[in-house]
């Protein structure tokens, strides 16, 4: 159950009480797509990381180690020893970027697997029936994701079809919860809005799945390479049609900027592999900007990688250290980045949080929003 507590403009202060905890909105989701961070960085790091919910991926987890194996290991949370929340993603964006080939018919996808050429079939209850033997705490309804940008007849079409398959997954999720042998029979499903960058497509879509009363909406098919104020336009286009008292999810976003914009306009969940990705390649973020940490400005810098960071690598290492991880190819370099962006990045939600407790989000983000964006000075 969501519970607004605070509001200012469009952005939002709220919970969300799940089964496997209390989860505080606006949230970072960590992500973790088979089941561990990129980076060495365990769930037992995570909780000290301030990680409140992990995001693990359907597809993934199908293929390897096969959903039927985390079932018999107990779920999820019991294989990773994760005891807070986790959502799992349905699985669609990954079989219409990853398969080698595919072909969507209207009981679902037909493809390749991107390892091993498998041929494999996914539809909606294919998608909620791997999701219940994961166990997670939220499932994701399992949409088309259409390549952006599409022509506006295909989306529309697209668009009817992912409202069908949200039927068929609500049915088939309704019908797993009530079984005896169902590790989560409370599980809860979130719907995903489609539409391209079509924002009448957007607003009928959204008001087709709100009708079907779900435990959350996101927004999908964005920041796919769209212009950043293309993706807020949306955002603001569809968020007066989205439920006041459900939580509201923008899928795969995105930079600390974007998340600042984005809980502006009203986005309550992000989830982005941006922070592990960019920290494996050296690049962090600080309260000052964006840094590269194998510049040669750091070879006898002694100071952590954020004077304002209090995390587990800005508490014992040097910037110096650090580069020299990087230069010389050792992985401890890429765990220290890792752990400081998403420390960072469950931090700046925080802050987030406090700001809109205290009525001054207004002024959080002006002072924020573009310095967070730009090359750090420091």
């Given at each position: ?35 561990a ?31 039927d ?35 969507i ?8 697997s ?16 791997i ?23 295909y ?9 069908r398959?949200?039927r ?42 709100v ?65 592990s ?14 840094m ?12 952590p ?6 995390c ?9 250290y ?17 752990q ?8 700046l ?19 924020y929003?573009?310095?967070l964006?730009?090359?750090?000075d420091?």
């Amino acid at each position: 159950m969501y519970t607004l507590l605070k509001q200012e403009g469009a952005a939002r202060r709220g919970e969300f009480r799940t089964v496997h905890g209390t989860i505080q909105t606006p949230v970072f989701m960590n992500v973790g797509t088979s089941a561990a961070i990129k980076g060495a960085v365990s769930s037992i790091d995570l909780e000290n990381l301030k990680c409140q919910v992990e995001l693990c991926n359907t597809y993934h987890l199908h293929i390897r180690p096969g959903d039927d194996v985390i079932y018999k290991m107990g779920g999820l949370h019991k294989f990773m020893n994760w005891h807070r929340p986790i959502l799992t993603d349905s699985g669609g964006f990954q079989v219409f970027s990853l398969a080698k080939l595919r072909k969507i018919k209207e009981e679902g996808v037909y493809f390749q697997s991107h390892l091993d050429g498998k041929r494999i079939f996914m539809g909606p209850e294919e998608s909620m029936r791997i999701q219940s033997h994961l166990a997670s705490t939220i499932a994701m309804a399992f949409d088309e994701c259409v390549e952006n940008p599409a022509p506006k007849s295909y989306s529309k079409s697209s668009c009817d079809r992912t409202v069908r398959w949200l039927r068929r997954s609500k049915a088939e999720l309704s019908r797993l919860n009530s079984r005896e042998d169902t590790l989560n029979p409370n599980q809860l499903l979130f719907a995903i809005n489609q539409g391209c960058t079509f924002e009448d497509l957007r607003i009928e879509h959204m008001k087709q799945i709100v009708d079907l009363d779900l435990d959350g909406y996101a927004i999908g098919g964005l920041a796919v390479g769209e212009p950043t104020e293309v993706m807020y336009s949306v955002i603001e286009a569809v968020e007066p049609f989205m439920p006041k008292d459900k939580p509201r999810y923008l899928m795969g976003v995105g930079t600390p900027s974007n998340i600042i914009e984005a809980v502006w306009r009203g986005v309550d969940f992000f989830d982005c592999v941006m922070p592990s990705r960019n920290a494996r390649h050296a690049t962090v973020f600080t309260w000052n900007g964006i840094m590269h940490l194998t510049n040669s400005r750091y070879t006898l810098d002694e100071r952590p990688i954020d004077t304002e960071c209090d995390c587990p690598t800005c508490r014992n290492f040097s910037r110096s250290y650090i580069r020299h991880l990087f230069k010389s190819g050792e992985q401890l370099g890429g765990r220290l980045a890792v752990q400081h962006n998403l420390y960072f990045y469950n931090t700046l939600n925080e802050r987030i949080r406090e700001a809109l407790d205290l009525g001054r989000f207004s002024e959080f983000r002006e002072k924020y929003s573009e310095r967070l964006a730009k090359m750090s000075d420091d």
